[in-house]
């Protein structure tokens, strides 16, 4: 076999339930590493709360010029109660913010897929979801979660105001559509872009750029133009008619997690933030799983690492340009599901429950085959 060059991949387990998921991807890297001469280099180190609890920040300087250096970036979860009083710059998920801030992760994508073998776990009717295949790309580095002012101040009558500020240019929502219609074409070629041009002018901005963009360079594409509220109570009603939905930060925080639960656990959904390639073709990007640190059920050998695995398959296609290992991953996954295998939230009637580490171990076994 022939050795390609060594990349290196950073490992930031985070809290909670992070450490074990993550541990499992470690076991598949060093397994690509044995038998597929893939040669990465691995790093790992803290982020969140553990980096907190450390060094009295939730991520440290040496930390983020690690994440600079690196190929791709898997992270497990931060954040859980015991960090739920520190001021907010202290705050684990401040770790997040920065990194996708400053390392310009413009682009969120989040897969909203139903595993056939798991149309029961879904709170919607089977003939709703069997099949359901949904990309929603949000915008991450723009609108009222980095807009300013910002802040908190005590006002004339005695009273606080909170203050948050919705902005976007034409820059920004450019970049982050351009991916959902590249994405599209590669799917079912339909965008549909979700904003609430109707009462905010940044919604009425945003819907006036993807337009243009649309009828400049992509009027192949098949696109629409929704109301977000109407698009969440359309997931609910009709979730596969979307392919690709596009959409800023904050309705994509909502939206993402809503179409999440569609497919029955949160357990089993990756997500990838991407960067702008450079003239190389490269780009920044980081890899982690839907769901939270759960610290309720850390350290039990119960939490479904399927998520971060899957949200690792996504570094081997976007950013290691490793499509066959990434198709070989996926479908070990499958091949476990179809095997029976469990882990406790997406345990059934007649599949068998499985810890953390076995169900990594039972992918791997699968990769072997």
Known sequence: MIKVKKRKILLLPGDGVGPEVVAEVKKIIEWLNKNKSLDF???????GGAAYDKHGTP??????????????????????????NLEFSKKPERALLKLRKELKLFANLRPAICFKQLVDASSLKPELVSGLDIMIVRELTG?????????????DNGERKGINTHTYTTSEIERVARVAFD????RKNKVTSCEKSNVMEAGQLW????QALHDKEYNDVELNHMLADNCAMQLLRNPKQFDVIVTDNLFGDMLSDEAAMLTGSLGLLPSASLGTKDK?????AMYEP?????????????????????????????????DKEADNLDKAVQKVLDDGLRTKDILSKGTKEVSTDAMGNAIIACLQK
Not at 61 to 76: C, M, P, R
Not at 297 to 313: D, E, H, Q, V
């Open 290 to 322: 839907v769901h939270g640190s759960a610290p309720d059920i850390a350290g039990k050998r119960i939490a479904n690492p399927i998520a971060t695995i899957l949200s690792f398959s996504m570094a081997l296609r976007y950013s290691l340009n490793l």
């Open 143 to 155: 609108g009222i979660y980095f807009g300013e002012p910002r802040g908190i101040k005590p006002i």
């Open 280 to 284: 190389n073709g490269s780009m920044r």
């Open 59 to 84: 991520i440290t300087d040496e930390v983020f010029y690690k994440a600079l250096e690196s190929e791709a970036i898997i992270l497990g979860a931060v954040g859980g109660p015991k960090w739920d």
């Open 207 to 210: 819907k006036e750029e993807v």
């Open 183 to 186: 994405l599209a074409k590669k």
């Open 41 to 47: 280099e691995i790093d790992q180190d803290l982020v």
